[in-house]
């Protein structure tokens, strides 16, 4: 996602106060939820100081303050009955099995950064509670074993500082932006600066503890490897709640170099995006180079401007030498670099303010709240520069697009495509993301749609094919959704084939064993495969 410090300052948004369109509350439910949750947890916090429901007057910051998307607060949107706040381990549990005891579906959210709400709302469900486990957060890091475990409703920022709190030479490779909820990052990969060098936020995880659909606590060794390996990519909430996290720290030197450089139309910014193609995902793994593209204005002409926002591991000596045997073009000079220590990179490359300090990571804010729509593809070959003159026109047309470019490569591609549930692996030169922002509401939603839509429909020549692959973390309702708790894998395969390829039949396996009911369940959720009981 996007992640500048340069262009998204106009994104600082205050929270609209919207009206809820009230709930069909029936008090009947959330008493026996309460009555039920009490005696399943073994702890003795009185449940009812962790509901909300729409009658208290927090109920309304508590569902919309992690919320990302404005799209999905919209008085418009269905609302959950309640939400559940777990303040234990024991709370989850007890959310799983008092929702199925009375027939209730639950949503999960960590960091509440879904594409498309789904951690917050639903479209196919009229009743349902979230279960938000923002208060579970904690992080036990282990230096000497390399390792931590991160409770799943920590923020990857939480993450970051945690780490960088004890060591300077210890890091963890996830999402640039550090609002992520865990939880819900690790499920459908995770890529972000370190990539290249130690794969994805997937690829390090060691151990998990999950809630099954029984509401049993399984780590790693009693779910075994099928659920471990779904869990891993396989997309959020499709076969239980995470609650834990056990990673992998991976090993970065005590400087790392960062560098902006910016290129815009008239300064033969297409020449060189088609060049950067041809390396990006070929340079040294411990460089990656991603570009962020957006309209512009240059003394008041409307252009495109290309930022190169460069992240290295090691000094600006040895990066200015890499640099030039591989992309002289991009002319970066000493000028340009920027030594700093990991942590530091960390608030370099996140959209975070500029000099806010890294406590600001604690804050678990997402500077970034809007309404916005956003795509994804997969490119294996450089496209054209005449196709870049088209996608530069399709830009200047719309009001405020954003596409971020990350090159993969390296670590990326030395990793099977049925390692985990990740499939985009070798081959891929970069990940396409685009995104359109828009403030006016519900009423530009069409508008902006219909534009991105198109944006997708040009770029259908340059991008993978058989199946157009898609990021699942970058969920796209567009690209096919389940109608109701009985799709069948067929339907489902339309866009499960694009998030997972040939992962999506071992998926539905997996999901087939483990949650034959489809308990966790959602619009874009794995289906289980119809069980025949006698
Ligand atoms: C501003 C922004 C920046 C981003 N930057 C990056 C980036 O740099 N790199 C990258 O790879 N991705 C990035 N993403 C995408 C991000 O990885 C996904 O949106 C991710 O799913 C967010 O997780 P969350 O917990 O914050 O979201 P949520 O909305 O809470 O959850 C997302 C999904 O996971 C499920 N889920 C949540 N918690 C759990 C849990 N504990 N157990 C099981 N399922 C759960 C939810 O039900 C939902 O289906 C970005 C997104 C945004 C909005
Ligand atoms: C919400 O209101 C109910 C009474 O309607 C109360 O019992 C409960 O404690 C309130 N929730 C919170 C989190 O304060
Ligand atoms: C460019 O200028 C126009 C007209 O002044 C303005 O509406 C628009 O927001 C500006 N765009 C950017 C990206 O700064
Ligand atoms: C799903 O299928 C089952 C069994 O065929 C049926 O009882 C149920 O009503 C269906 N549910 C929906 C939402 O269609």
């Not at 579970?136 to 931590?148: G, H, N, P, Q, T």
């Not at 890499?322 to 959209?351: A, H």
């Amino acid at each position: 996602m996007f992640c500048s410090k340069s262009s998204l300052a106009f994104l600082f948004m205050v929270l609209l106060q919207s009206e809820i369109s009230l709930a069909i509350s029936t008090d009947s439910t959330l008493d026996k939820f309460i009555t039920c949750a009490q005696v399943h947890s073994s702890v003795t916090i009185p449940i009812s100081k962790t509901i909300f429901n729409p009658k208290n007057s927090s109920y309304t910051s508590v569902l919309q303050n992690p919320a990302v998307n404005l799209r999905f607060i919209e008085p418009s949107v269905r609302k959950p009955e309640f939400i559940f706040t777990p303040l234990h381990d024991a709370h989850v549990q007890a959310a799983v099995i008092c929702s199925k005891q009375l027939g209730i579906q639950i949503r999960i959210r960590s960091g509440g950064h879904d594409y498309e709400g789904v951690s917050y709302t639903s479209v196919f469900e009229t009743r349902f509670i979230v279960v938000d486990i923002g208060n579970l957060r904690s992080i036990i890091v282990d230096i000497e074993k390399s390792s931590a475990w991160v409770q799943a409703g920590a923020t990857n920022g939480e993450v970051y500082y945690r780490i960088a709190e004890k060591s300077k030479i210890h890091a963890y490779p996830a999402g640039a932006c550090t609002s992520l909820g865990i939880g819900g990052h690790i499920t459908g990969g995770g890529y972000g600066s370190l990539h290249r060098k130690y794969g994805l936020a997937a690829d390090n995880v060691i151990d998990a503890r999950i809630v099954d659909a029984n509401g049993r606590i399984l780590d790693r060794e009693a779910m075994g490897e099928d659920l471990f390996w779904a869990i891993r990519g396989g997309g959020g909430a499709s076969f239980g709640i995470i609650l834990w996290w056990k990673i992998k720290l991976v090993p970065v030197p005590e400087t790392v170099t960062v560098f902006t450089v910016t290129k815009t139309l008239e300064e033969g910014a297409t020449k060189l995006l088609y060049r950067w193609q041809q390396v990006a995902d070929k340079v040294d793994e411990d460089l990656l180079i991603r570009v962020l593209i957006s309209p512009s204005n240059v003394s008041s002409t409307r252009t495109i401007s290309t930022t190169y926002d460069g992240f290295f591991l090691g000094n600006s000596d040895r990066l200015l030498q890499v640099i030039q045997e591989s992309f002289p073009e991009l002319g970066v000079t000493r000028k340009d670099c920027v030594e700093l220590d990991w942590i530091g990179s960390v608030m370099y490359l996140s959209n975070n303010p500029s000099g806010t300090s890294v406590e600001f990571l604690l804050q678990r804010k997402s500077v970034f709240r809007t309404y916005f729509k956003a795509k994804s593809d997969f490119v294996r070959d450089p496209i054209p520069e005449a196709a870049l003159e088209g996608i530069w026109k399709l830009l200047l047309e719309e009001d405020s697009p954003v596409v971020l470019l990350s090159p993969y490569g390296g670590k990326m591609s030395k990793i099977s495509e049925s390692e985990t549930p990740f499939p985009h692996r070798s081959g891929t030169i970069f990940i396409f993301e685009y995104m359109t922002v828009w403030t006016d509401g519900e009423k530009g939603t069409e508008k902006h749609k219909g534009w991105i839509r198109k944006l997708y429909g040009y770029l259908t020549p340059y991008v993978s094919k058989f199946p157009r692959e898609a990021y699942v973390n970058y969920r796209d309702f567009d690209l096919g959704v389940n109608k109701n708790s009985n799709t069948s894998y067929i339907e489902a395969s339309v866009w499960g084939k694009k998030y997972f390829k040939n992962n999506f039949d071992r998926l539905v396996k997996v999901k087939t064993e483990v949650d034959p009911d489809n308990f966790f369940r959602h619009e874009q959720s794995i289906p289980p495969l119809p069980v025949w009981k006698n």
